[in-house]
């Protein structure tokens, strides 16, 4: 089955689906080893990853859909992929969601902020009109034909202009095409109530940031309001990057690994990486 049909599948259970952010083939594995039905890939992540930069538009198209792709072909299980805006107008939306298509991918997410855009939970964020981005969401359906591709539309408008502006584009979104609604950031419970209010009929997204603008409420809890997927785009990230501190730390001052917390079994990590499946490959070759 393809993956964007798998995840509509899920879409369709009362269940809400718990969806933790990768940056990198290890990372999205390690999501699969655990028993994940869908892993998403993190801007931010990647862009921190692979730049060493902020999610402030740093990260090209083609970059991204680098790391995409070789996330996508690294596990079994459906992936949603961060595309920020579509990179440019409803044309290069639709070539954005061709080559995501290609790839294999279950969804993309489609933000309206202005071009550099910013991570969802940083200040100062721009949204270009609600009707251009209708009109992209609209490209993005054309574009995906038969493929089932799943379009998750985002509005970055809570900053800026406030939640009833966020809702009133959410809605044309909806109308647009879109498959499931993202509205980020919302600051309380109370506003993501409002938003589960607003669209009793819709698969609706929230986005929890260690340290961000949502408060940390728990799945069961947003199932309970009326949410379909909770994103966790940057658990995995901020862990690795204190746990990777601490090890180099902990080297430079004692010279040596000796009783260094938190390292996996070597043996272990070669069983993620199925090296005694190519072992095997390999002598089946030799002479």
């Not at 290069?92 to 550099?116: C, F, S, Y």
């Not at 985002?154 to 939640?163: C, I, M, N, V």
């Not at 607003?198 to 199932?223: C, D, M, R, W, Y």
Request: proline share 6%.
């Amino acid at each position: 089955m393809l993956a964007a049909q798998k995840l509509r599948e899920l879409l369709a259970r009362p269940e809400i689906i718990v969806i933790p952010g990768v940056y990198d083939c290890l990372s999205a594995k390690l999501v699969e080893k655990a028993g994940f039905d869908v892993a998403a890939t993190s801007g931010f992540g990647i862009a921190a990853s692979t730049l060493g930069l902020p999610d402030y538009g740093f990260l090209t198209a083609t970059e991204n859909f680098y790391s995409i792709g070789r996330i996508a072909k690294s596990i079994n299980i459906p992936l949603i992929a961060d595309c920020d805006t579509g990179y440019g107008n409803a044309l290069n939306v639709m070539r954005t969601v061709k080559d995501a298509v290609h790839l294999g991918l279950a969804g993309i997410i489609l933000e309206d902020q202005e071009w550099p855009k910013k991570c969802g939970h940083f200040a100062g964020k721009r949204v270009i009109s609600m009707t251009e981005h209708a009109g992209k969401i609209r490209a993005a359906v054309e574009a995906r034909g038969d493929s089932s591709l799943v379009i998750i539309a985002r509005t970055d408008a809570r900053g800026p202009l406030g939640l009833a502006e966020a809702i009133d584009r959410g809605q044309l979104y909806i109308n647009a095409g879109a498959d499931v609604l993202f509205v980020e950031a919302p600051q309380s419970v109370l506003e993501l109530q409002t938003i589960a209010a607003a669209f009793p009929h819709v698969p609706l997204v929230a986005n929890i940031v260690e340290g961000g603008k949502t408060p940390p409420i728990s799945p069961q809890e947003l199932q309970n309001l009326g949410f379909k997927i909770v994103f966790f785009p940057l658990t995995a990230l901020l862990a690795v990057t204190e746990v990777m501190n601490v090890c180099f730390r902990h080297l430079k001052a004692q010279g040596n690994t000796d009783n260094l917390p938190g390292l996996m079994n070597f043996q272990d990590f070669q069983e993620l990486m199925n090296v005694p499946e190519y072992l095997a490959i390999e002598q089946s070759y030799q002479p």
